[in-house]
């Protein structure tokens, strides 16, 4: 059993940043993929980043302004978003994979707005 936990949300301007961080229950040496989908009221969830073994995965729409990392020793992954448009509010969901079995996070609300 796997246990995502988000954090790191918030209000944040237009241009503005935010880290949101992906907490795991275990090591997360086992968990391939991982990575962060996002939701817009009335939308479906779409895929912002996937990091695996083999490379990572960027949304078009975030290539250049985020950056996922992996912290396998503090067992988080981290989003980090930079020149935040109001395009990007969404609720952000943790994601990973072991195995066959998909692991979802209750996910962090991120709203750009001025």
């Known amino acids: 059993q796997v246990q995502l936990v988000e954090s790191g949300g918030g209000l944040v301007q237009p241009g503005g940043s935010l880290r949101l961080s992906c907490a795991a229950s275990?090591?997360?040496?086992?968990?391939?993929?991982m990575g962060w989908y996002r939701q817009a009221p009335g939308k479906q969830r779409d895929l912002v980043v996937l990091?695996?073994?083999?490379?990572?995965n960027y949304a078009d729409s975030v290539k250049g302004r985020f950056t996922v990392s992996r912290d396998n020793a503090q067992n988080t992954v981290y989003l980090q978003m930079n020149s935040l448009k109001p395009e990007d509010t969404a609720r952000y969901y943790c994601y990973g994979a072991v195995g066959y079995r998909d692991y979802w996070g209750q996910g962090t609300q991120v709203t750009v707005s001025s």
């Open positions: 990091i695996r073994r083999g490379g990572t």
């Open positions: 275990g090591s997360i040496f086992r968990i391939d993929p």
